[in-house]
């Protein structure tokens, strides 16, 4: 989207508010899409190919709706996953937060929740299309996903009404066992 570009105009409005379920489209073993994206915690670019034979990555997809403030309260998993980014680190692993929201809403997401852990905007939702997260009342759904140190998808955790993220201490186990 180019700079004074509105959202509505890059975005066709019905492709937000059509609900699509959640897929499990990406394979294990195989290394799931590239992409890159702009990375509002630390103002730079982020290309997920960048850590292949490097390290494990995280990725953590969140919802993030613009309507809503943006408490603690309303994003625990978020806050959660800020708080043992250390832990994540210390494993040898980096963590990239996925989010819907445009940069200058991230940033006030970056400012209001004390966020450290590297939080990337994918304003057309391209990136959470192409993993299959699904979407629902004009919001991309939350998923989880970690890669070992060759880019390779090794667990993935999709929305689910009684299961709608993967914790921290989960992610940590998933990395340990690697």
Do not use: C
């Not at 700079?3 to 294990?28: E, I, N, Y």
């Not at 445009?102 to 299309?129: K, N, Y």
């Not at 993993?131 to 998808?153: I, M, S």
């Amino acid at each position: 989207m180019t700079t004074g570009q509105s959202r509505s105009a890059a975005v066709p409005f019905w492709r937000d508010w059509l609900p699509h379920p959640p897929s499990l489209a990406l394979p294990l073993g195989q290394i799931p899409p590239d992409f890159a994206l702009w990375d509002v915690t630390h103002q730079r670019t982020v290309r997920l190919a960048n850590w292949r034979g490097k390290q494990p990555v995280v990725l953590s997809f969140e919802r993030i709706r613009a309507d809503l403030a943006y408490g603690p309260q309303r994003y625990p998993n978020l806050v959660a996953l800020n708080q043992g980014y250390a832990q994540f680190r210390n494993a040898g692993a980096e963590v990239l937060v996925v989010t819907r929201t445009m940069r200058r809403q991230g940033q006030a997401v970056i400012d209001d929740l004390g966020l450290t852990v590297p939080l990337l905007s994918d304003e057309t939702g391209t990136t959470f299309r192409a993993y299959h997260t699904g979407q629902a009342l004009g919001a991309p759904l939350p998923a989880q996903f970690v890669l070992d140190a060759q880019g390779r998808l090794r667990y993935s955790h999709l929305f689910s009404l009684l299961h709608a993220q993967a914790t921290p201490a989960h992610l940590l186990a998933v990395l340990e066992a690697l």
